[in-house]
Nanobody, 114 residues
Framework: QVQFVESGGGLVQPGGSLRLSCAAS????????MGWYRQAPGKQRELVAS???????NYADSVKGRFAISRDNAKSTVYLQMNSLKPEDTAVYYC????????WGQGTQVTVSS
């Protein structure tokens, strides 16, 4: 059974940082391209960062230069380091393969507010 378990979210002030983690199971992790997605209230879920199986990264324009995605294949885990956070980054963050599968975790809430 495919599972993605996200963690690391929380409440942070504008300009602050958070590091999200996502542990994957039920897939041969090292061969999959992975992504971090987010969904803000009233908006569609969007891909914000992706990393290929061999470590190449790509970012949405809205987070480029502030977020960094990485992976540890030995731990089947993907990370998202988020710096210089803005209120518009407030959303539930999910990980999934890229392109996405039908399997979604519970996500982790990130709230950026003073």
């Amino acid at each position: 059974q495919v599972q993605f378990v996200e963690s690391g979210g929380g409440l942070v002030q504008p300009g602050g940082s958070l590091r999200l983690s996502c542990a994957a199971s039920g897939i041969f992790f090292r061969i999959y391209d992975m992504g971090w997605y987010r969904q803000a209230p009233g908006k569609q879920r969007e891909l914000v960062a992706s990393i290929t199986s061999d470590g190449r990264t790509n970012y949405a324009d809205s987070v480029k230069g502030r977020f960094a995605i990485s992976r540890d294949n030995a731990k089947s885990t993907v990370y998202l380091q988020m710096n210089s956070l803005k209120p518009e980054d407030t959303a539930v963050y999910y990980c999934n393969a890229d392109p996405r599968t039908v399997y979604w975790g519970q996500g982790t809430q990130v709230t950026v507010s003073s």
